[in-house]
């Protein structure tokens, strides 16, 4: 039995939630350019939510951008698909299965453009929402009569000016639209590009006017891991526990973030969305959620991937699984990060909360996040997102942080490359790893010298924007720990350092 509408009937509600027959109806209100997995696992899952609550009652016209390719996965399943969530919230295990019946439609741009403008003239459909990776929102030279237009703004522009058209240019026709691509300010660049497009196309200061002042454009973060299609097995053995097949099936972890900018009480009105799920935030700024997700996050995965490989840990859940190593993480969080992330907007309760959020996900056993791959460009993201951390705790504690150190110095031992070719490659444990980093030749050089290498690497402000050795103490805390690490292993230094032994 495949999952459809016809079928819902048969599939039982004990083990999944399933949709209402009124949900089924409800009018299309959004349209949404792509078909990837983080959308049908964040925003659609928000919608869905808000929809089995009674509370946004609308459902999602979705534009796949590429090929026909994909779209008839959706039709043969009356665009019903499975979201699995499975991973640790507030410490406890979750797992919820769930059919998704926000989307009425998936329409081909390449073969359906012409149904694609129709769209734009029901009254009802107020939000856009996209995620066409980080090269969708870029320069073009689209002509919006193109059937269809090329690039997503290409398209998105050809679509807006379809609805001014139909509705006259009145004020209370534009729309609501929250870009999800992963880039900085998303929203105010995309604006940006559909102006210029609009000038390029000739469309008149009217629609010009009417493109700025009648829609809203929000910047937006999203922050879920949605891995997608489960593995073989794991998809086998929920649709014989479900007791259909589900073609479109993905999995999500618990956790997640969409944080949306805007002051305005018409966009929340029409984002209502928002009120079904503690994940969403409608809010004048998402400056705060950036900076939580840059450093406890992202930072908190970069200052510990070096010193994880060289525990012999080869993925985030293998490492969470040690007590000690997850510990370390924890202290990590609680005692150097989170308190220097403390401004006017972010409490120390909130950083600690959101840092316990990031223990819960990397302790995620569905999850099989590889060490190595956070390992890429390295040196960069150290710089961006660890190294203002060092002067904001030096400037509170006037101390040495000595975690960060720890995981500084992991990272000159990790980057002890050879050099193979034109590749440079770390070794630990016994194993090689592939490095993709711009400054591999630079720490391969360094290291010619064993006695200088942590000077001339701490000193070198093309890595770090600054010359760390200016920082009272931590070239000789980073000193230190190379020589433990180099000489007892990753596992005793951490040993000693937690059961605070002088090191």
């Not at 009254?123 to 090269?135: A, F, L, Q």
């Not at 997850?326 to 401004?343: C, F, G």
């Not at 490659?425 to 391969?444: M, S, V, W």
Request: glycine letters at 6%; a negative charge; proline letters at 4%.
């Amino acid at each position: 039995m495949i999952l459809n509408k016809e079928n819902l009937k048969n599939i039982n509600g004990e083990k999944v939630i399933k949709p209402t027959a009124e949900m089924l109806e409800l009018p299309e209100k959004v349209i949404q350019f792509g078909t990837g997995v983080l959308l049908r696992g964040l925003p659609d899952y928000f919608i869905d939510k808000a929809n089995h609550q009674g509370i946004f009652n609308g459902r999602i016209v979705v534009v796949k951008s590429t090929s026909k390719s994909g779209v008839d996965d959706f039709a043969n399943q009356d665009n019903l698909y499975t979201l699995c969530v499975k991973g640790i919230e507030d410490g406890e295990e979750v797992e919820e299965n769930m059919i998704n019946s926000s989307i009425s439609r998936v329409l081909s741009a390449s073969q359906e453009w012409p149904e694609i403008l129709k769209v734009a003239h029901q009254p009802e459909m107020k939000v856009v929402i996209s995620n066409t990776t980080e090269v969708g929102i870029v320069k073009s030279e689209d002509k919006i009569t193109d059937n269809p237009p090329q690039s997503y703004p290409g398209k998105l522009l050809a679509f807006l000016h379809e609805r001014y058209k139909a509705f006259n240019g009145a004020e209370d026709s534009g729309m609501v639209i929250v870009p999800t691509e992963l880039i900085s300010d998303n929203a105010d660049k995309l604006k940006e590009i559909l102006l210029d497009l609009a000038i390029q196309n000739k469309l008149g200061w009217d629609f010009e006017n009417w493109l700025k002042t009648a829609n809203y454009f929000c910047k937006t973060l999203v922050d879920r891991i949605v891995p997608g299609k489960l593995p073989e097995a794991d998809q086998k053995a929920i649709e014989s526990e479900l007791g259909y097949q589900d073609e479109l099936m993905i999995m999500a972890e618990p956790f997640r973030l969409w944080a949306i900018e805007s002051s305005s009480e018409k966009v929340k009105e029409i984002l209502s969305f928002a009120q079904a799920d503690k994940g969403v935030f409608i809010v004048p700024s998402i400056d705060k959620f950036k900076e939580l997700k840059l450093r406890l996050l992202n930072g908190t995965h970069t200052i510990s991937c070096g010193l994880a490989i060289l525990a012999g840990f080869r993925t985030v859940k293998e490492a969470m699984a040690n007590e000690l190593f997850a510990n370390h993480v924890l202290k990590l969080m609680e005692n150097e990060i989170a308190p220097v992330v403390v401004n006017e907007n972010i409490t120390y309760d909130e950083a600690l909360a959101f840092a316990k959020s990031v223990i819960d996900r990397f302790s995620n056993r569905s999850l099989d996040h590889q060490w190595q791959a956070i390992t890429l460009n390295f040196t960069s993201k150290l710089q961006m997102r660890n190294m203002p951390l060092i002067r904001r705790y030096y400037a509170l504690k006037n101390e040495v942080p000595q975690l960060t150190a720890l995981g500084v110095a992991a990272y000159i031992v990790f980057m002890n490359v050879s050099k193979e070719g034109e590749n440079y490659i770390a070794h630990a444990n016994g194993k090689a790893f592939p490095t993709q980093d711009e400054f591999a030749e630079t720490l391969y050089n360094y290291w010619k010298d064993p006695e200088t290498v942590v000077d001339n690497t701490l000193g070198d402000r093309r890595l770090w924007d600054k010359n760390l050795n200016n920082y009272p103490g931590f070239n000789a805390a980073v000193k230190s720990y190379v020589d433990l690490l180099q000489n007892k292993g990753a596992n005793e230094t951490l040993l000693n350092l937690h059961s605070e032994r002088t090191i």
